[in-house]
């Protein structure tokens, strides 16, 4: 974990922009899975962005590989790629109640140091920008259709 105290909110600032767009360059768990078994598409109509969501559950409930596919601007992309990282390997419920947290910190005015959001916390500056937050959630919502076990489209209108 980060230690906030030790930076200053600007240097906060620079450090999560540094994160999203290295996400956004170069997106993590990228690409089709030949063995998924649930999956989900995401439009954000407002901004163009576009995702395929797969993903591999295994016996338990736990999410034990994620890609996606798409494409989109670099908060959507930085948004995928980091939620992929973080609930690849967690429990079904789990990260539905991450999506929660994540949804809370964009929405709501908890303090990003109380969130325990880790680097998901680098979407608190979105909530400043109310269309935004549509970029910033469209995989989450493909994530939640996909684990619903909808094949319908996942949009954030
Ligand atoms: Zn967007």
């Given amino acids: 974990m980060m230690d906030s105290a030790a930076v200053t909110g600007s ?28 999956g989900a598409a995401g439009i ?16 338990s409930g736990q999410i034990a590989d994620i890609r996606f596919e798409g494409s989109g601007c ?16 967690l429990h ?9 947290a994540f949804n809370a910190q964009l929405t709501t005015d908890i303090p990003a140091s109380d969130n325990n959001l880790g680097k998901l916390g680098a979407f608190q ?6 269309s935004r937050v549509k970029c910033a959630t469209l995989a989450w919502h493909a994530l939640r259709s996909a684990l619903a076990g909808d094949q319908q489209i996942a949009t954030t209108e």
């Fill in 125 to 130: 500056g979105v909530k400043e920008f109310p």
């Fill in 92 to 100: 079904s419920e789990d990260a539905l109640a991450l999506f929660a």
């Fill in 74 to 89: 670099a908060i959507s992309v930085a948004s995928a790629s980091l939620m992929a990282e973080a609930v690849n390997g």
């Fill in 11 to 38: 240097e906060l600032r620079d450090l999560y922009r540094e994160l999203i767009l290295d996400h956004a360059r170069q997106p993590r768990h990228f690409g089709s899975l030949a063995d998924a078994t649930h």
């Fill in 44 to 59: 954000n109509p407002l901004c163009g962005d576009k995702l395929q969501l797969h993903l591999k559950l295994g016996a």
